[in-house]
């Protein structure tokens, strides 16, 4: 069956390092890989879209990376900042004729401590 | 902020009665999408409306209906609500090209007691 993990439920880190959250997938042929940010009782905000043929996007203090290979995609915030706290989630689209979906994981509840 | 918005925010509604949520989409966008999100899950796909046409649907009973207007502004419909039916409810506007990016409302809380 096609699974998205989000392997931690949680992480916590202090200020100034980099956060690294994976999601991998199984089952899937992705199109693309896109990262949300959601806070509490908010929508998601959509961060950053890579493509299946892209290896690497950068933006700002944000990076992802895309491996079809290993079917994982890992996404780091350098520097981090208490404000970067809030749930992120990975979202991907499969090639063909259903890439309108996108299947989102569970997310990941990053906290930054001061 | 996105310009979508969503109305209303939070509803409480018994088993078995009918909800309508309603959505605008952000200007320029002919996309408009519903996910639920159950609490701390990811937002699984509803249905997707493109030019006012169903353009796709996820795995939810036919109980879950939608409509979309010329305007683009959208409304979920949800019969016989169930207590699983509790979830908060998510509307995203797009342009409606592959891979184009979701711009998500606030949501709709709907609690069934």
């Known amino acids: 069956s096609q699974k998205i993990e989000q392997n931690s439920e949680a992480l916590n880190i202090q200020e100034g390092k980099t956060a690294t959250l994976t999601c991998n997938y199984t089952?899937?042929?992705?199109?693309?890989l896109q990262w949300y940010r959601q806070d509490p009782g908010r929508g998601p905000v959509f961060l950053l879209l890579?493509?299946?043929?892209?290896k690497e996007k950068r933006k700002e203090r944000l990076k992802v990376t895309f491996d079809t290979t290993l079917k994982q995609s890992l996404f780091h915030i350098t520097a981090s900042q208490p404000a970067d706290s809030a749930t992120y989630l990975c979202?991907?689209?499969?090639?063909?004729?259903?890439?309108?979906?996108?299947?989102f994981g569970k997310g990941t509840l990053l906290t930054v401590n001061p | 902020e996105t310009g979508v918005t969503q109305s209303p925010t939070h509803l409480i509604k018994t088993r078995g009665q009918q909800v309508t949520l309603r959505c605008s989409s952000q200007s320029g966008h002919n996309t408009v999408s519903w996910y639920q999100q159950a609490l701390g899950q990811g937002p699984q796909f509803i249905f997707q409306?493109?030019?006012?046409?169903?353009?796709g649907r996820g795995n939810f009973p036919p109980r879950f209906s939608g409509l979309q207007f010329p305007n683009y502004s959208s409304e979920l419909n949800v019969n016989a609500l169930e207590l699983d039916d509790s979830a908060l409810y998510l509307c995203?506007?797009?342009?409606?090209?592959?891979?184009?990016?979701?711009?998500f409302g606030s949501g709709t809380q709907l609690s069934v007691l």
């Open positions: 995203a506007s797009s342009s409606g090209g592959s891979g184009e990016k979701l711009f």
């Open positions: 979202a991907l689209a499969n090639s063909g004729g259903s890439n309108y979906k996108l299947t």
């Open positions: 890579i493509r299946e043929n892209e």
């Open positions: 089952n899937y042929s992705p199109a693309y």
């Open positions: 409306y493109y030019r006012e046409e169903e353009n």
